[in-house]
């Protein structure tokens, strides 16, 4: 992503050179930037109100990042590592408790950021830079989910007529937009019934058995 910093026109440095004072006050410019991007949106947030949130002079947040911009960029690859992380699951449970498992991840981790992932979502409308952030994550995620449909298909257990890649595109975007609608848009749900039904209409889709995880 294209970057210019407001006062200097010189690079950030590296995480990694930072101190560990430099690093606290970076993170907390991270926080800071993340609750104002949240109460204002992304197109009324001013660094000021950044560096003031974080208690640190305007100056010190150019001693970090390069204009909000660059923060959000930041905060937006956080948000989709949280987001598509997945902890190791046991390699015995059956394909159907393992797109359960996978699902159920899924969605606490975009209910605990659908405030940040609503912005996210409408700055890829505007900015091409950000789509093709969300455009990255989101193929990462259909590659993971695509490949395990194959594999499920060699074994027997995913109808072979299905394509993949396509199969978890719709998918996906099944489940995006139910979640978006549901905690971004303030449609109303039973929790437990809208994961239910999500994870029913994912293993129907496939044609999976239930082995009764749902009943």
């Not at 909000?68 to 598509?84: A, M, W, Y």
């Not at 952030?133 to 995913?158: F, P, Y």
Request: proline residues 3%; negative net charge.
């Amino acid at each position: 992503m294209s970057k210019s910093s407001a006062n200097t026109g010189s690079s950030t440095p590296p995480v990694a050179a930072l101190t560990a004072r430099g690093r606290k006050t970076r993170d907390g410019l991270l926080d800071a930037a993340r609750k104002v991007f949240e109460d204002v949106g992304f197109l009324d947030t001013r660094v000021e109100q950044i560096a003031q949130e974080a208690g640190v002079s305007y100056g010190t947040f150019y001693r970090y990042f390069e204009s909000k911009e660059d923060v959000f960029e930041e905060l937006s690859t956080r948000l989709f590592e949280d987001v598509h992380r997945r902890e190791p699951l046991d390699p015995d449970l059956s394909p159907a408790a393992r797109l359960v498992a996978s699902n159920r991840s899924y969605y606490q981790a975009y209910q605990r950021n659908a405030k940040l992932m609503a912005i996210v979502e409408q700055v890829a409308t505007f900015n091409n830079e950000f789509r093709a952030l969300r455009h990255e994550h989101r193929r990462k995620l259909i590659e993971r989910t695509s490949r395990a449909i194959a594999r499920w298909q060699e074994q027997g257990q995913v109808r072979e007529s299905l394509d993949p890649v396509m199969a978890a595109r719709a998918m996906a975007a099944m489940v995006d937009h139910t979640l978006y609608l549901w905690l971004v848009q303030g449609d109303e749900a039973n929790e437990e019934n809208l994961l239910d039904t999500l994870d029913r209409m994912c293993i129907g889709a496939l044609g999976l058995d239930d082995e009764g995880l749902l009943s």
